[in-house]
């Protein structure tokens, strides 16, 4: 069964930077598609980022294109999270979990899967 664990997670001045891991146990993380999802308190949780299972195709929020990254190691079995010029409206908990790949007329998108981490808090402010 796979396991995820998150971190990377802290607080940061607007306009910083974070790298999310999402390090996966007890299975190949190669064989699953894997996504970031965010909750911010008192908001519902939201998609950020995913990644194809193959590592060829990503898809990404309208809000932080441009700003993240998402990229994934298969030989550390870990999906990273590059998060640039980040801004308040990026606090909340980070979610990554395995997803489903979806593909329609060509554009690459996904669905939460059943596996889940704990998550880890990002706060920006200053």
């Known amino acids: 069964q796979l396991q995820l664990v998150e971190s990377g997670g802290g607080l940061v001045q607007p306009g910083g930077s974070l790298r999310l891991s999402c390090v996966a146990s007890?299975?190949?993380?190669?064989?699953?598609?894997i996504g970031w999802f965010r909750q911010a308190p008192g908001k519902e949780r939201e998609g950020v980022s995913c990644i194809s299972f193959t590592g060829g195709s990503t898809n990404y929020a309208d809000s932080v294109k441009g700003r993240f990254t998402i990229s994934r190691d298969t030989a550390k079995n870990t999906v990273f999270l590059e998060m640039n010029s980040l801004k308040p409206e990026d606090t909340g908990v980070y979610y990554c979990?395995?997803?489903?790949?979806?593909?329609?007329?060509?554009?690459?998108?996904?669905?939460?899967?059943?596996?889940w981490g704990q998550g880890t808090q990002v706060t920006v402010s200053s």
């Open positions: 979990a395995s997803v489903e790949d979806e593909w329609h007329d060509g554009t690459y998108t996904c669905r939460p899967g059943a596996y």
């Open positions: 007890g299975s190949r993380l190669d064989w699953y598609g």
